[in-house]
């Protein structure tokens, strides 16, 4: 059973406009949350991060807002870079070792 | 080195043969991971260093695999008789600290493919 869903396998963006990226999980014991950023035949890289006592944490272009209560977090890339095409992995800690990570959603910005 | 470096890129080995993946990670860094990452799935982790000890290996799907970090440094994975499930793609992670998350740095992988 899936802790961490990404259910966008595929997202397209024109460039300029704001990327959205989804993710739901159904741990109540995450409490570290991250977003990772994977370009083809590379490891996945880091983007940005927030903690359970949190609610937003902003770095640059990149806004990552977590809803609780709705055990949903989102990724939010304004204005959106033809760099910014890639796959983004939502990925979840509750404080053991190791992150329990989504599918991912392949994100493609259109010129 | 600059990154967290794994050999080989690619292997490819018969059903029921070993395979032996090397990690070697950012120097200095005590935390190391390992993930698998099968197609169309996010990396699933397998198991965890701190130094030369293995604190968890929970992730390991069967005793055909093995993880090992004599030195705390360079570490292997290694599969026993390979199945056509084993083919994935492997991942090596490290960080400075036990933070997690935070400061990992992962290599590029090992792509295996089983046939």
């Known amino acids: 059973d899936q802790q961490v869903k990404q259910n966008s396998p595929s997202l397209s963006v024109q460039e300029g406009r704001i990327s959205i990226l989804n993710c739901d999980y159904t741990n109540s014991m995450f409490d570290y949350f991250l977003w990772y950023k994977k370009y083809p035949a590379e490891g996945p890289t880091f983007l940005i991060s927030i903690s359970s006592i949190k609610d937003k944490n902003e770095d640059g272009r990149f806004t990552v807002f977590l809803n609780k209560s709705a055990k949903h977090l989102s990724l939010h890339i304004v204005p959106s870079q033809p760099g910014d095409s890639a796959v983004y992995f939502c990925a979840a800690s509750d404080g053991a070792d190791g992150l329990t990570f989504g599918k991912g959603t392949h994100l493609i910005i259109q010129p | 080195g600059a990154g967290v470096s794994q050999s080989p890129r690619y292997k490819v080995a018969k059903r029921g043969q070993d395979v032996a993946l090397r990690c070697d990670p950012i120097s200095g860094h005590v935390s190391l991971f390992w993930y698998q990452q099968a197609l169309g799935q996010g990396p699933e982790f397998l198991t965890y260093?701190?130094?030369?000890?293995?604190?968890?290996k929970s992730g390991l799907p069967s005793d055909r695999f093995f993880a090992e970090r004599p030195e705390g440094s360079v570490s292997t994975l290694k599969i026993q008789r390979t199945q056509q499930e084993d083919s994935a793609v492997y991942l090596c992670?490290?960080?400075?600290?036990?933070?997690?998350?935070?400061?990992?740095?992962f290599g590029s992988g090992t792509r295996l493919t089983v046939v």
């Open positions: 992670a490290s960080s400075l600290d036990s933070s997690g998350g935070i400061g990992y740095t």
């Open positions: 260093f701190q130094n030369e000890a293995q604190l968890d």
